[in-house]
């Protein structure tokens, strides 16, 4: 089949998801291992839904982390951030080594009664790569997830009569800057 003949709007979904995926990997692979405030939470919950633990086991007041079983090298993730977590000054190269364990061990998540169908997903890397291989793959695959949602929002757009502005306006709603612009 020639990829030419395939519709217009299929053409510009995968140039779209092509960038922003790209992007996205990018980023991915950029930033320190958990830099993000709540990203241990979220990979303990993706090591977790992936290995049958929708839920886990929830804490015994409103608002407590949920308990879960997890390989060590996705349990641990923690405590990459001690070191550098809300202090600009210093470099997120003080993070610990992620080691490659696979033993399981009881971690914590307040990730616990969120739906698990993205961390289904986004999870997967962690059943066959261990360390931060692991868990940069995860991010990957999280990120190409959402893309591919941001993709078809785009296209719709692109798909309009009048698609210049909507296309714009779109393309810098989902910026990260745009996104984290401080409330004044």
């Known amino acids: 089949m020639n990829p030419l003949s395939l519709p217009p709007w299929f053409l510009r979904f995968l140039a779209i998801f092509a960038i922003l995926g790209l992007l996205t990997s990018i980023w991915a692979l950029a930033s320190p291992l958990?830099?993000?405030p709540d990203e241990p939470a979220h990979t303990?919950?993706?090591?977790a839904v992936?290995?049958?633990q929708l839920r886990g086991e929830p804490g015994a007041n409103q608002g407590d982390r949920a308990q879960v079983l997890v390989p060590a090298f996705v349990g641990t993730v923690d405590g990459l951030q001690?070191?550098?977590?809300?202090n600009p000054a210093v470099s997120a190269g003080c993070s610990p080594t992620l080691s490659d364990d696979v033993?399981?061990?009881k971690a914590y998540t307040s990730a616990g009664n969120y739906n698990p169908m993205y961390y289904a997903v986004a999870g997967l890397p962690s059943l066959f790569l261990t360390g931060a291989k692991a868990i940069y793959a995860m991010r990957i695959v999280g990120g190409l997830l959402s893309v591919a949602?941001?993709?078809v929002a785009l296209t719709a757009l692109a798909s309009l009569q009048r698609w210049?502005?909507?296309l714009?306006?779109?393309s810098i709603a989902v910026t990260p800057w745009f996104c984290s612009c401080p409330e004044e």
């Open 34 to 36: 958990m830099s993000v």
């Open 82 to 86: 001690t070191c550098f977590a809300w």
């Open 164 to 166: 210049k502005l909507p």
């Open 103 to 105: 033993s399981e061990l």
């Open 44 to 47: 303990v919950k993706a090591g």
């Open 50 to 52: 992936v290995r049958g």
């Open 168 to 170: 714009f306006v779109g």
């Open 149 to 151: 949602f941001l993709a």
